[in-house]
């Protein structure tokens, strides 16, 4: 029986042994398939729907002022719209107003959402939305013309 206690032990060091390894494996791949995605181009797309007293006067003032997230240094370029009405069933028509912000890299989104002016504009839009869903994606693509 006195030879179980070290036994325990070594298999609870063991096992402890094992979780930190994978924990740093973990980590060490989550650092480099994020440094391998830095240069990346990244797309932000921004659906919002709008509460329906929203007035066609505040989405207008809406476009504008996604329209100025562009003056920000870390934007590339800003596309902003309302729906295109479609009959295709698989085409979703519902929203009010879509945003879509380019970003030379993953870091640059991550400045742009930490950004106060960022802040200080979403909170002038969000009184008027009853849902926003947003798509964060990397341009593979790559094509311009």
């Excluded at 094992?18 to 060490?28: E, F, G, K, Q």
């Excluded at 659906?47 to 007293?53: A, G, I, M, R």
């Excluded at 207008?60 to 479609?86: C, E, F, K, Q």
Aim: charged letters at 20%; one cysteine or more.
């Amino acid at each position: 029986m006195k030879n179980c206690i070290p036994l325990r032990i070594a298999a609870t060091l063991l096992m402890l042994y094992t979780l930190m390894s994978a924990s740093i494996v973990n980590a060490s791949a989550a650092e480099e398939n994020s440094s391998v995605n830095s240069n990346i181009p990244v797309v932000h797309t921004v659906l919002f729907w709008f509460k329906s007293e929203t007035t066609a006067e505040t989405v207008a003032n809406i476009t504008n002022i996604a329209s100025s997230y562009g003056s920000l240094p870390m934007v590339r370029a800003v596309y902003v719209g309302d729906s295109l009405p479609s009959e295709r069933e698989v085409v979703d028509d519902s929203f009010g107003i879509a945003i879509t912000l380019l970003f030379d890299s993953e870091k640059d989104l991550q400045a742009y959402n930490a950004d106060p002016e960022h802040a200080r504009k979403s909170k002038q839009i969000l009184p008027y939305v009853t849902r926003g869903v947003i798509y964060d994606f990397y341009n593979r693509a790559q094509t311009h013309k």
